[in-house]
């Protein structure tokens, strides 16, 4: 069975009724489903995640608070549809008793059905709790939260019936997710506080021991100290041979001011002598008038005669000064000599106390070493509960002080279309739709007629081959030659009537005369072909006549 393009159109035009019946029958469905469907309205608001937020006070050598990860902005764009965030605009704008999102509309059938099926056990009323909950399923639904491609904005739509509620519940859930990451940093701030608190109360309590054992273990040892300058034992110690080098530098000058005085006693005058002298003023007084009567009694044994009153008196003077120096010197050397006694016994005392002060703190080395251990401790102490004590009030203070690392840069404004349904569009499809089905209703149930009207033909032509093929085995059987010869043709030929082999000759028309008037005569044809039971038959009889063209006009 062959198809032609040119019966396809025949057969279209034949059935454009249909065609078009069925594409206004699709458009006026779907506009009659556009106008019942409640429109949604979509409002969308934009929030900026801050890349790289660093606060006020941190520290710049330490990571930003920002999220320049993607996966930290998906992470955030996956929170924002969170029950944390959708379930405070529940809560404020009622939507439990909403119609749309909540308990307060009409559930529909499939609604009614489902909560039959699934609710048919549970009994009783459902509870706020449990109404809060499906309302903030539904408005989650109604929530498509987007990364708008690789940037740091995350769209918040919120789909709903009224444009301007769905701006209100959009610009809800931006201003929900802020105050959420908010109240998420005062959170975390508060149980950082707390933490620190308590290891700060722990390291109080710590620090308070470690001082204790300090003290006590002083106490117990004589250990004991005054402020920054240590411990007594070695301040004593430290003292003693300050004055014992003092002691010792006092006994050198006043063994050398001694020696100086029995060195001038003896009448050795050196320059030594003479500077260790001039430190008596008693001394240097009568050495300066020594000199100067001296000097006078040079001049006048010069000038005068060795009797002379006046040298005689200059004489005399002289002798006088050098008696007092003497007995000044005598004196002084006394003096000096008592000095020197008791520097060295100073010196004496100094060192034996600095053998007793050191024979102390060489029994206490072994405990000072331990002291230094629980000093040491304490100290450390000391510095940590201090620089976290600092830290606590640092934070206190500081974490008021906090740049928020989102923002809202595209308040969400009520649409003033529809996002579904899209009336001119479905109609439009629809339209192409009703128009395919049409088409495949005409052709398709017309190549169905022909395919089973042709196996019909193939079924009916077998029975008549079956019919026909015992008068050949016949002839076979008795030598002749094989195959199908004239007497065979005739003998099909009476099975056929005048319609078949109009249509056996017709065929030849066809084949001759194909391009002239091809649709009519396919047409034509296909009229007889109707009221014909066999094709194969007038073959049959084309062949055994030889090929005769019969009326195709007579009966």
């Given at each position: 069975?062959?198809?032609?393009?040119?019966?396809?159109?025949?057969?279209?035009?034949?059935?454009?009724?249909?065609?078009?019946?069925?594409?206004?029958?699709?458009?006026?469905?779907?506009?009659?489903?556009?106008?019942?469907?409640?429109?949604?309205?979509?409002?969308?608001?934009?929030?900026?995640?801050?890349?790289?937020?660093?606060?006020?006070?941190?520290?710049?050598?330490?990571?930003?608070?920002?999220?320049?990860?993607?996966?930290?902005?998906?992470?955030?764009?996956?929170?924002?549809?969170?029950?944390?965030?959708?379930?405070?605009?529940?809560?404020?704008?009622k939507l439990v008793d909403d119609p749309e999102f909540g308990a307060g509309g009409k559930p529909g059938l499939l609604?009614?059905?489902?909560?039959?099926?699934?609710?048919?056990?549970?009994?009783?009323?459902?509870?706020?709790?449990?109404?809060?909950?499906?309302?903030?399923?539904?408005?989650?639904?109604?929530?498509?939260?987007?990364?708008?491609?690789?940037?740091?904005?995350?769209?918040?739509?919120?789909?709903?019936?009224?444009?301007?509620?769905?701006?209100?519940?959009?610009?809800?859930?931006?201003?929900?997710?802020?105050?959420?990451?908010?109240?998420?940093?005062?959170?975390?701030?508060?149980?950082?506080?707390?933490?620190?608190?308590?290891?700060?109360?722990?390291?109080?309590?710590?620090?308070?021991?470690?001082?204790?054992?300090?003290?006590?273990?002083?106490?117990?040892?004589?250990?004991?100290?005054?402020?920054?300058?240590?411990?007594?034992?070695?301040?004593?110690?430290?003292?003693?041979?300050?004055?014992?080098?003092?002691?010792?530098?006092?006994?050198?000058?006043?063994?050398?001011?001694?020696?100086?005085?029995?060195?001038?006693?003896?009448?050795?005058?050196?320059?030594?002598?003479?500077?260790?002298?001039?430190?008596?003023?008693?001394?240097?007084?009568?050495?300066?008038?020594?000199?100067?009567?001296?000097?006078?009694?040079?001049?006048?044994?010069?000038?005068?005669?060795?009797?002379?009153?006046?040298?005689?008196?200059?004489?005399?003077?002289?002798?006088?000064?050098?008696?007092?120096?003497?007995?000044?010197?005598?004196?002084?050397?006394?003096?000096?000599?008592?000095?020197?006694?008791?520097?060295?016994?100073?010196?004496?005392?100094?060192?034996?106390?600095?053998?007793?002060?050191?024979?102390?703190?060489?029994?206490?080395?072994?405990?000072?070493?331990?002291?230094?251990?629980?000093?040491?401790?304490?100290?450390?102490?000391?510095?940590?509960?201090?620089?976290?004590?600092g830290r606590a009030k640092e934070i206190a203070e500081l974490d008021q002080v906090v740049v928020p690392d989102a923002?809202?840069?595209?308040?969400?404004?009520?649409?003033?279309?529809?996002?579904?349904?899209?009336?001119?569009?479905?109609?439009?499809?629809?339209?192409?739709?009703?128009?395919?089905?049409?088409?495949?209703?005409?052709?398709?149930?017309?190549?169905?007629?022909?395919?089973?009207?042709?196996?019909?033909?193939?079924?009916?032509?077998?029975?008549?081959?079956?019919?026909?093929?015992?008068?050949?085995?016949?002839?076979?059987?008795?030598?002749?030659?094989?195959?199908?010869?004239?007497?065979?043709?005739?003998?099909?030929?009476?099975?056929?009537?005048?319609?078949?082999?109009?249509?056996?000759?017709?065929?030849?028309?066809?084949?001759?005369?194909?391009?002239?008037?091809?649709?009519?005569?396919?047409?034509?044809?296909?009229?007889?072909?109707?009221?014909?039971?066999?094709?194969?038959?007038?073959?049959?009889?084309?062949?055994?006549?030889?090929?005769?063209?019969?009326?195709?006009?007579?009966?």
């Amino acid at each position: 069975m062959q198809f032609d393009i040119w019966r396809i159109v025949l057969i279209l035009r034949s059935r454009l009724w249909l065609v078009a019946l069925c594409a206004i029958v699709f458009a006026g469905l779907t506009a009659a489903f556009t106008m019942s469907v409640s429109p949604v309205y979509r409002s969308t608001a934009r929030v900026l995640i801050e890349p790289a937020m660093r606060q006020p006070f941190d520290n710049s050598k330490t990571q930003s608070r920002g999220g320049d990860d993607p996966a930290a902005i998906d992470s955030r764009a996956a929170m924002i549809a969170s029950d944390a965030v959708l379930r405070p605009v529940v809560q404020r704008f009622k939507l439990v008793d909403d119609p749309e999102f909540g308990a307060g509309g009409k559930p529909g059938l499939l609604s009614r059905v489902m909560s039959i099926v699934r609710g048919s056990s549970h009994g009783g009323a459902a509870t706020p709790e449990d109404l809060e909950n499906k309302a903030v399923n539904a408005f989650s639904k109604a929530v498509k939260v987007n990364r708008e491609g690789l940037t740091y904005i995350i769209s918040i739509s919120v789909d709903s019936e009224n444009p301007d509620k769905a701006a209100s519940l959009a610009q809800a859930v931006a201003e929900s997710f802020l105050t959420d990451a908010k109240r998420h940093r005062d959170l975390v701030s508060a149980g950082v506080t707390d933490e620190i608190e308590k290891r700060v109360a722990g390291l109080r309590e710590r620090l308070t021991k470690a001082e204790m054992a300090v003290q006590q273990f002083k106490a117990e040892n004589r250990l004991q100290s005054a402020g920054q300058q240590g411990l007594l034992v070695n301040q004593e110690l430290a003292e003693i041979n300050t004055q014992l080098t003092a002691a010792r530098a006092a006994l050198a000058e006043k063994k050398a001011y001694y020696d100086a005085l029995q060195a001038f006693s003896r009448g050795v005058n050196t320059e030594t002598t003479l500077n260790v002298v001039t430190q008596s003023p008693r001394l240097a007084q009568l050495q300066e008038q020594y000199l100067q009567a001296s000097r006078e009694e040079a001049r006048l044994a010069a000038e005068l005669l060795p009797r002379h009153p006046r040298l005689v008196r200059s004489r005399s003077e002289v002798a006088r000064l050098r008696g007092l120096l003497n007995q000044e010197g005598t004196n002084a050397l006394e003096g000096a000599k008592v000095d020197l006694q008791a520097a060295r016994e100073r010196v004496a005392n100094l060192e034996s106390a600095v053998n007793s002060s050191r024979s102390q703190t060489d029994l206490g080395d072994a405990a000072s070493v331990r002291l230094r251990e629980l000093e040491t401790e304490a100290q450390t102490t000391r510095t940590l509960y201090e620089n976290i004590l600092g830290r606590a009030k640092e934070i206190a203070e500081l974490d008021q002080v906090v740049v928020p690392d989102a923002r809202i840069i595209s308040p969400a404004v009520a649409a003033d279309s529809p996002i579904w349904p899209k009336k001119k569009l479905l109609v439009a499809l629809a339209l192409v739709l009703g128009t395919g089905v049409g088409l495949f209703l005409a052709v398709g149930g017309e190549i169905a007629r022909m395919l089973i009207e042709h196996l019909r033909r193939q079924h009916e032509d077998a029975a008549r081959s079956d019919a026909v093929r015992p008068a050949e085995d016949d002839r076979s059987d008795e030598g002749g030659e094989p195959g199908i010869d004239d007497a065979y043709y005739a003998a099909a030929a009476r099975h056929l009537g005048p319609r078949e082999r109009a249509l056996s000759d017709f065929d030849d028309v066809l084949e001759a005369h194909a391009a002239l008037a091809r649709d009519e005569l396919l047409a034509f044809r296909d009229s007889i072909r109707q009221q014909s039971e066999t094709r194969r038959g007038s073959s049959l009889l084309r062949r055994g006549n030889g090929g005769s063209l019969l009326d195709i006009g007579s009966d």
